[in-house]
């Protein structure tokens, strides 16, 4: 039977491996589209809705004057606009364009089928076991963070 030790030099290989081929798989989906980092700023965006600069620089742990060079190109791209806060005329809100949307469904539809593919071969109970494992390995990952 394995020791520990060497089952965590297995996993750290495989997630190795896995984070490589997904990282692979997702520049290939976004090539001559958007950059890598545009992609993270629109996902952001499209999960948590309007934010901040600040909020995304936060998020992505990036600089605040990076984000906003990445969020000026996507402004002339259409992808995102600047809202100035009404309470507040010094924040300002990034959001969301109707290309920026169309743009990030069809990623998000392209990047969910490269999960399915990656999973074809594992029944609805092994896929319901990988997240809860998954699920705990975030946690962890939290704990003293």
Do not use: H
């Not at 081929?21 to 965006?45: E, M, Y």
């Not at 809202?83 to 469904?105: F, N, Y």
């Amino acid at each position: 039977m394995p020791k520990k030790d060497d089952l965590i030099t297995e996993l750290d290989r495989s997630l190795n491996l896995l984070i490589q081929k997904v990282t692979r798989d997702i520049l290939a989906i976004i090539k001559g589209k958007i950059s890598p980092s545009q992609f993270a700023i629109l996902r952001f965006i499209r999960e948590c809705g309007r934010s901040s600069v600040s909020q995304v620089a936060e998020e992505l742990q990036v600089t605040l004057s990076g984000v906003t060079s990445l969020a000026d190109r996507m402004v002339e791209a259409g992808l995102i606009e600047r809202l100035r806060d009404d309470a507040d005329r010094r924040v300002v809100w990034i959001d969301l364009t109707e290309k920026g949307r169309q743009l990030s469904a069809e990623l998000e539809r392209l990047r969910r089928g490269m999960v399915e593919r990656y999973t074809r071969n594992l029944s609805e109970e092994e896929i319901e076991g990988l997240n809860a494992v998954i699920s705990k390995v975030l946690e962890s990952s939290e704990v003293g963070a």
